[in-house]
């Protein structure tokens, strides 16, 4: 159990569009959903903290704007980057929490955004 | 807020032999994670362990809450262990994990 799948697992996309990543827990309810960016040979950095049915909370120095975080459903958390630029080019990665007591995060196999 | 850190930050082995990754941190916490990051970039849950000690087949960690550190035994290692290997924690009252900067594990044959 404590399945989480992310679409899609790569992605090219020209400057100036916007991007659509979405997580979903397969196997069970994800109270609380994490965004993670990893640059090459880098560790993983939290983006922002989302919980079904309320607005993210951001890390320090994201860009809200840029990056747009939806968590509609126990199931389903989506990222959008916005007016995507080359600087956006990363490896992200989507974690889920059941919320109980233990707080253990299942990762995603992430998503890897190239912007030309 | 938190700290961790891992040594060693890079490890070469021959397969067959041991060895103990390591991870300090720097307050109290509530969630303690060892993954394997693989080379497709996939993180393995290996365990979740804020304290104690648990086994899973080769591997075994061992968490020392009170002295802040947590190890990850690697026994009789094969080519498959090798990649990146990330500590994760979260501070008491945090849910966020934040992770050290990984050991990187060769295996050769």
């Known amino acids: 159990g404590a399945v989480v799948s992310q679409h899609p697992s790569w992605v090219i996309c020209k400057s100036g569009t916007s991007v659509k990543i979405e997580c979903r827990s397969l196997d069970f309810q994800a109270t609380t959903m994490f965004w993670y960016r990893q640059f090459p040979k880098q560790s993983l950095m939290l983006m922002a903290t989302?919980?079904?049915?309320?607005?993210?909370?951001?890390e320090q120095g994201v860009e809200k704007d840029k990056f747009l975080i939806n968590h509609a459903s126990l199931t389903l958390s989506t990222l959008t980057v916005t007016s995507a630029h080359p600087e956006d080019s990363s490896f992200y990665i989507c974690?889920?929490?059941?919320?109980?007591?233990?707080?253990?995060?299942?990762f995603g196999p992430g998503t890897r955004l190239t912007v030309l | 807020g938190i700290q961790v850190e891992q040594s060693p930050p890079d490890l070469i082995l021959q397969e067959g032999a041991n060895s103990t990754l390591r991870c300090n941190f720097s307050?109290?916490?509530?969630?303690l994670q060892w993954f394997h990051q693989n080379p497709w970039g996939q993180l393995i849950n290996l365990f979740y362990?804020?304290?104690g000690t648990k086994q899973n087949g080769r591997l075994s960690a061992t968490t020392v809450a009170t002295e802040r550190y947590s190890l990850l035994y690697i026994s009789s290692s094969q080519t498959t262990d090798s990649g990146v290997y990330f500590c994760a924690v979260a501070g008491t009252g945090f849910q966020k994990l934040v992770f050290g900067t990984g050991t990187r594990l060769l295996v050769s044959p």
């Open positions: 362990i804020p304290s």
């Open positions: 989302s919980n079904e049915g309320s607005k993210a909370t951001y």
């Open positions: 307050d109290s916490v509530n969630n």
């Open positions: 974690s889920a929490s059941r919320g109980d007591i233990y707080n253990e995060q299942f």
